[in-house]
């Protein structure tokens, strides 16, 4: 059993419910390109305002994105901590 690897949350069911759909980066990188492209010309004022108000939706997604990696960059720090005889 000492060879055992553990993985955490392995074994463990899911929480019933709908699963959240992870965010499609590509589409919120496109719609913020256009919002700036749409902000710079001049006479695309209106195109540019609708473009704010969906970029300004995507935040909460950006912010989730980020904190997933930031975690992500704990555990292999962790990690690699483990693996090289430190804390």
Do not use: H
Request: proline share 9%; net charge negative.
């Amino acid at each position: 059993m000492a060879d055992v690897i553990p993985f955490p949350g392995a074994g463990t069911t899911p929480a019933p419910g709908p699963r959240a759909e992870p965010a499609d980066l590509d589409a919120m990188g496109e719609r913020y390109v256009a919002y700036c492209e749409a902000r710079d010309t001049p006479g695309l004022e209106r195109r540019a305002d609708i473009l704010a108000r969906a970029v300004a939706d995507d935040v909460p997604a950006w912010l989730g994105e980020v904190a997933r990696l930031e975690q992500l960059r704990r555990e292999l720090a962790a990690e690699l901590d483990r693996i090289q005889g430190g804390a």
